[in-house]
């Protein structure tokens, strides 16, 4: 008896303790839930500042000067997402190891190289006065913010350390992290390229880096001429040098979403009302909380500004002003040069046209939580910082727009006051951003596309505009001065298309331009075309537009590039049917013929062209990766469907791969191999469906090390309809981080969804309220909703 008395008064005690410590977790998560209703008074604002969120926590702010509306908005931020903040800031400036110790030491160590604390401070000291103002209040606004949680947000409890004050030069290294999502930060594209031009046989060069043919879909000019000419060293010698190898690559081909942004418009000729009208779906990383932030607010003269904000920056990225709306996709222009220098043999000097000159040595610190710092030295050349060397030896500096002041400011800010198309353009032309493909329509029915982001003026290359590789778009010498940038572009030779006579403007990250528009923004690594030639056949199939066509077309998930292949694999197993295979051609007949979650031909077919193309051109990358340390094959393998289907539709007999006796018994292993990968834990054919392999991961950074922490941060885990080369751009972590449509001056007819929702805090009324209506593609309102919370930010 007394034996069970003392289990079940330890019983008792362990649960008395777990009680206590649940009411404890509980406290301070709800004591770092954000103010959302009352009085706060605050000497940083001039006038009273009015603060209304709907049921779904987006905010409309009214006060009565700019800087007491990026107070509001910067207040807003850090109580809703002061922890998503602080790792933009952090990782652009390689300061990880502050949050997480050890294990972000060897990234930001390499971050450093590029010094971006310091670049965002000089970029900061350039603003113009009235920016200032603006970075001022909103910096203060943070700050606030901060102080007036109760507790610090769960994230820096978990880590165990407080949050750093915002400074000013921290928006600005939120605008540099966007550079890192969107532009390669160690070029590995041009890198790559130089190690396959050095090591194949320029025929397979020419064969493997064709930029355009049968999927181009340009806004401006004509398809590139696919290279047709079928090289000469036989496929299978390549698999024959990869045994050999000193080194074992590890790639194998998968399709990736390299790049995945819409947008598109249309004049005001072809709507009912005879605005313009605007859609934008930003295609990123999916994570808890989204990356932007909703907001509206209202302009000293009365104009509304609605749209999508980007947390630790005082402005809206992309929405309407009610005089003009716009939107955004990464241009993948180039904005970047890789320099090979000539040193001498100790590497301390490189040659210049002024002869050899001494490399400066910059020591970056790294805080390390818990450790002592580590010191990184960073060689700076005339042209950037080195960043490290070739396959031959050589060291590599690099040339990049974000290491100029010219590239990072906030002239984004002042599309809230434009009025037409064409004074968009000058602001766009002005704004230290990644270049983004600007889609812009006014009010009055105009429509227009350009850069939106510093365009470098470049001189002594050859431009290599035929859809080669050549010129700035491989790694060259600069020591002689004849080639390198001669600053930026002027807004007047911007490259731009103004009112096009069908009224349509399209982009998706594939090239949009050629000739000489091309010339300025010239070739990087361009997505593969398909997606923007979906949309633009999309745009053609319709003669007038509502906002609700504009949300069919982001939710297009039409297997349009995928039926050659399905074709290709039916006719395949129908020739050689066998009992065998009489699962797979029941999945091919009923595959519905798009991206369906329910769909198992979907994913057969899929996953048969990977393993076609990995056993193909990824032999290739595998012999080139084997022979060199600075190949990234998933950065140079986007255009790889041309040469691939070139050689399985004409089956040169010299390129039969290894081990077989034809193309149609390579293919036939192919689908068994297919087969056999998809039935490896059990089940029928017919069961393993799309959206098995498709199934949403939206989670919280630290959920993955924390796994409790997932069951109160993540979104459920849900089959998602779409894939890479449709409208609808779908991954299990990666997608349309929002789709809106709109028309300037009928915000109220437009809509807007995005992916969890507006706070970063999972006990908030509206932690993932509005995750729904973008799961089911539900056109939910444009416009903040009915008032549900009441905030006044008054002076002291």
Same mark, same amino acid.
């Given at each position: @008896?007394?034996?069970?008395? !003392?289990?079940?008064?330890?019983? !008792? ?46 905010? =409309? ?55 971006? *604390? ?15 103002? $603006?970075?001022?209040?909103? %910096? ?21 350390? &407080? ?34 031009? &050095? ?9 493997? =880096?064709?930029?355009?043919? #049968? ?13 047709? !000419? ?51 779906? @930003? ?5 808890? /909380? ?6 509206? +607010? ?5 104009? *509304? ?37 000539? =040193? ?7 040659? %210049? ?19 002592? /710092? ?47 198309? &064409? ?27 350009? !850069? ?5 003026? *470049? ?35 911007? /490259? ?10 399209? %982009? ?65 197993? =129908? ?29 057969? $077919? ?35 469907? #041309?040469?691939? +289907? ?27 191999? %297919? ?122």
């Amino acid at each position: @008896m007394a034996f069970s008395h !003392i289990i079940k008064r330890s019983l !008792i005690s362990i649960a008395f303790i777990l009680l206590l410590a649940s009411a404890y977790i509980y406290y301070q998560l709800t004591a770092s839930l954000p103010v959302l209703e009352g009085t706060l008074s605050f000497e940083q604002v001039s006038a009273p500042v009015s603060i209304e969120r709907d049921q779904q926590g987006i905010p =409309t702010i009214s006060a009565q000067t700019r800087e007491d509306t990026a107070f509001a908005l910067g207040f807003l931020h850090a109580q809703e997402r002061l922890f998503q903040m602080d790792l933009l800031r952090k990782n652009s400036a390689g300061e990880l190891s502050e949050l997480f110790g050890e294990l972000a030491v060897q990234f930001d160590s390499k971050m450093r190289i590029h010094q971006f *604390r310091k670049r965002a401070q000089l970029a900061v000291e350039h603003l113009p006065p009235n920016h200032k103002q $603006v970075l001022q209040a909103y %910096t203060q606004g943070v700050n606030v913010g901060i102080a007036q949680l109760a507790a610090t947000p769960f994230e820096y409890q978990i880590l165990n350390v &407080d949050p750093a004050p915002w400074h000013h030069e921290d928006s600005a290294l939120v605008l540099l992290s966007m550079y890192i999502d969107l532009q390669p930060q160690w070029s590995e594209s041009e890198r790559s390229l130089a190690v396959m031009k &050095d090591l194949l046989p320029a025929d397979w060069f020419a064969f493997l =880096t064709s930029q355009g043919g #049968y999927w181009d879909a340009p806004l401006q000019g004509e398809a590139f001429v696919e290279n047709t !000419i079928i090289p000469q060293k036989p496929l299978a010698s390549f698999s024959d040098e990869n045994e050999k190898g000193d080194q074992v690559s590890d790639y194998q081909f998968f399709d990736q979403i390299h790049y995945g942004s819409n947008n598109w418009s249309v004049s005001g000729a072809l709507t009912a009302h005879g605005a313009g009208m605007v859609a934008d779906d @930003m295609h990123l990383k999916l994570r808890v /909380p989204n990356i932007w932030y909703r907001a509206s +607010w209202y302009l000293q003269d009365g104009r *509304r500004i609605t749209g999508a904000s980007l947390p630790g920056t005082p402005a809206i990225v992309v929405g309407s002003n009610e005089h003009i709306a716009w939107g955004f996709t990464n241009s993948q222009g180039d904005y970047h040069d890789v320099i090979v220098l000539k =040193t001498n043999e100790e590497q301390t000097q490189y040659l %210049t046209k002024d002869g050899l000159q001494d490399f400066q040595v910059e020591t970056e610190v790294v805080q390390v939580k818990g450790q002592e /710092p580590v010191n990184v030295d960073v060689k700076l050349t005339q042209w950037g910082p080195v960043i490290g060397e070739n396959q031959k030896g050589e060291l590599l500096a690099m040339r990049w727009v974000t290491h100029d002041i010219e590239g990072v400011n906030f002239r984004l800010m002042d599309l809230e006051q434009v009025n037409n198309v &064409d004074e968009s353009l000058i602001v766009a032309a002005q704004s230290g951003v990644p270049g983004q493909n600007f889609n812009v329509v006014d009010k009055e029915g105009n429509q227009a596309w350009t !850069i939106m982001g510093r365009i470098p003026k *470049r001189f002594g290359f050859d431009t290599g505009m035929g859809g080669d590789y050549s010129g700035s778009q491989l790694p060259q010498d600069w020591s002689k001065g004849d080639k390198g940038w001669a600053g930026y572009l002027d807004a007047k030779d911007y /490259p731009k298309v103004v009112n096009p006579k069908d009224g349509r403007i399209w %982009t998706a990250n594939a090239r949009i331009v050629s000739d000489e528009l091309l010339k300025k923004v010239g070739i990087n690594n361009y997505a593969l075309g398909p997606r923007q030639k979906q949309i633009r056949d999309d745009m053609y199939a319709l003669e007038t537009f509502k906002e609700q066509d504009f949300l069919d077309i982001q939710l297009d998930d039409r297997a349009v590039f995928l039926t050659r292949w399905h074709d290709l694999l039916l006719n395949l197993v =129908t020739k050689y049917h066998t009992e065998n295979n009489a699962d797979v051609v029941d999945v091919l007949n009923h595959w519905q013929g798009r991206a369906s979650a329910t769909s198992a031909g979907y994913l057969f $077919v899929k996953r048969f062209r990977e393993n076609v193309v990995d056993q193909t051109a990824g032999s290739i990358y595998r012999s080139v990766e084997n022979n060199s340390n600075e190949f990234w094959p998933s950065a140079i393998d986007n255009f790889v469907e #041309y040469p691939v +289907w070139q050689l399985v539709t004409e089956q040169p007999v010299q390129h039969i791969p290894k081990g077989f006796e034809s193309w149609d018994d390579f293919l036939l292993a192919m689908v068994e191999t %297919t087969k056999s990968k998809l039935l490896e834990n059990g089940g029928k054919l017919a069961e393993q469906t799309w959206g098995d392999a498709n199934t949403l991961a939206i989670k919280h950074p630290l959920s993955k090390a924390i796994p409790l922490l997932g069951w109160l941060t993540d979104m459920p885990a849900q089959p998602m309809n779409g894939d890479t080369y449709m409208p609808r751009v779908q991954k299990s972590n990666s997608g349309a981080s929002q789709r809106f449509a709109v028309s300037p001056g009928h915000e109220e007819d437009g809509y807007f969804h995005m992916a969890t929702g507006q706070s970063g805090h999972p006990l908030s009324p509206y932690f993932d309220v509005g995750h729904s209506d973008w799961v089911e593609g539900v056109a939910s309102p444009f416009l903040p909703g009915k008032t549900k919370w009441a905030l006044t930010l008054q002076p002291k």
